[in-house]
């Protein structure tokens, strides 16, 4: 999965924060599909998701959002709608 920014600030804080709670992950530049303000982009494995978005909400990081790869290219990912176990709300 890809969290894209719209400021640097932002990307390296959550950078920042993601490393200090020890989530594996990469700095890439943000896909040109994704319009996002900023060029760099978090690449985390899917499995941190929950993780990911329990810090981004605690720490209020701003994002531009959580994408997925898929064969037809990046897919938002509706992260705002899960809950603290990582499931959709009803």
């Known amino acids: 999965m890809l ?6 600030q932002q990307a390296l804080r959550a950078e920042m924060l993601f490393e200090y709670m020890g989530i594996e992950i990469d700095i890439r530049p943000t896909p040109k599909e994704i319009t996002a303000g900023c060029a760099i982009s978090i690449d985390f494995p899917d499995e941190s998701l929950e993780e990911i978005v329990n810090i981004i909400r605690q720490e209020q990081v701003e994002i531009r959002g959580i994408y997925i790869l898929t064969e037809q290219g990046y897919e938002p990912v509706a992260w705002e709608n899960l809950n603290a176990a990582g499931r959709a709300d009803e």
């Open 3 to 8: 969290a894209a920014f719209d400021s640097t």
